[in-house]
């Protein structure tokens, strides 16, 4: 079973090394560089771990900070989960949520039903 990456994010700690311990503190210089956001995206940037994070950011992170990449993100490996093997229904195609039976049934037409 192949590992599973995920990441560390440090941006707290490394504001807090370099003195900086207000999320707000780093609006200025990022504004400097030409990135503008607001006070909620700094906090959540500082405070969370991002998911997306736009390299232009990043970038200024670093300049603005004076770390490198190894310092903000750490990459890990966690076993990966096993993945369950989907079940199929009765036409092949995989069940949608165990819904076979109220699916609608296909109309049939037959001679005795015409004028």
Not at 36 to 53: A, D, F, G, I, K
């Amino acid at each position: 079973m192949a590992a599973k990456l995920d990441y560390h994010w440090h941006l707290r700690k490394v504001m807090a090394d370099r003195g900086l311990f207000s999320t707000t503190d780093l609006i200025p210089p990022l504004a400097e560089r030409g990135i503008t956001l607001s006070t909620s995206q700094v906090y959540r940037l500082v405070v969370e771990r991002p998911e997306r994070l736009s390299l232009k950011i990043l970038m200024a992170l670093l300049d603005i900070l004076d770390c490198t990449m190894d310092d903000l993100i750490e990459p890990f490996a966690v076993a990966g989960a096993a993945k369950r093997p989907r079940k199929a229904a009765s036409g092949g195609a995989p069940d949608a949520e165990g819904l076979g039976s109220l699916r609608p049934k296909r109309a049939r037409i037959t001679g005795a039903d015409r004028p």
